[in-house]
């Protein structure tokens, strides 16, 4: 959950000390699902807070009908900084709602939750990379999935290949790899766009109701398994020595599977959508690995070697 909604809940909470999903949907413009998942990650993350089943229950701080943050103990204060400190190094935001959350604990758990929120640090550049600024059209895409505003997008093809406008309802926002995507609701069903391939996004004022049984974690993880899928079309059989499977693990993900030992060796199952794509992946190998099929592998293999050596084969070589 956001830093900015996690503080207003636990105020919201402070003030009243038993809420209801519909009161927290209400007060902090979200929809009642989002209210739920919000009230389940506070419990979740250690916070004593607690649901009250029966006609007049609902959500309350353990220790009283009404308490406040220095209720909460050491330990959970520490929960509840692990959860927030990482998003304050990269969101100014997320650093505001931190202090605010340091001067509502009491002085002897202040040290212990400050040590807990500086304890993580997430640097999202790769070795000799900048860090990628957040694209602004992100942030206007955010606000939409907030506000649940619906946009009208301009998104390119595949390629480039023409440009198409249609108008969605955003349901939420995924960063994979520092590729970003935007999940959104349209006449046709759910729909997933990749955000560099959106020329512009422009709000229309229309607001759109979020679907209860919406959840965008689950979601994305149905999106995943269907795009692995899709990666996976084809199988190639491979040995190797045991020593080198964890790094051929570590670079191929779950497009690597270990079926067992053969002989003195490996077998593994090396999965992408062509021949072609298997072969780029395994031909840095050289003779450490031996592909047993299908043929449209080795193929693809062979000739790439053969490319290689018509490119460098007659050069000089100094030293030789």
Known sequence: MRADRLVALLLLMQARGRVTASEVAGELEISVATARRDLEALSTAGIPVYPQPGRNGGWQLVGGARTDLSGLTAAEAQALFLLVGPAAAVAPEAKAA?????GALPGTFRESAQAAADAVVIDPARWGENVKERPELVRRLQDAVVRRE????????????????????PLG????DDVWYL????????????IDRIGTAAPTGDSFERPDDFELSSA??????????????????VLLDERFVWVMQDRLGRNCEVDGPDGDRVRIRVTA???????????????????????SVQAELARLGRELTDRYGSMDHPGE
């Open 183 to 194: 999940i959104a609701g349209t006449p046709n069903g759910r729909r997933t766009f990749r």
């Open 98 to 102: 931190l202090r605010k959350l340091v």
């Open 273 to 295: 959508p062509t021949p072609l794509m298997i072969a780029q992946h395994l031909a840095g190998w050289g003779g450490s690995i031996e592909v047993l099929g299908p043929p």
């Open 173 to 176: 926002l995924v960063d994979k």
């Open 220 to 237: 994305w993880a149905e999106i995943v398994e269907r795009m692995e899928e899709r990666r996976s079309g084809l199988t190639a059989t």
């Open 150 to 169: 619906q946009v009208r997008l301009v998104y390119s093809g595949r390629g480039g290949s023409g440009t198409s406008e249609r108008t969605v309802d």
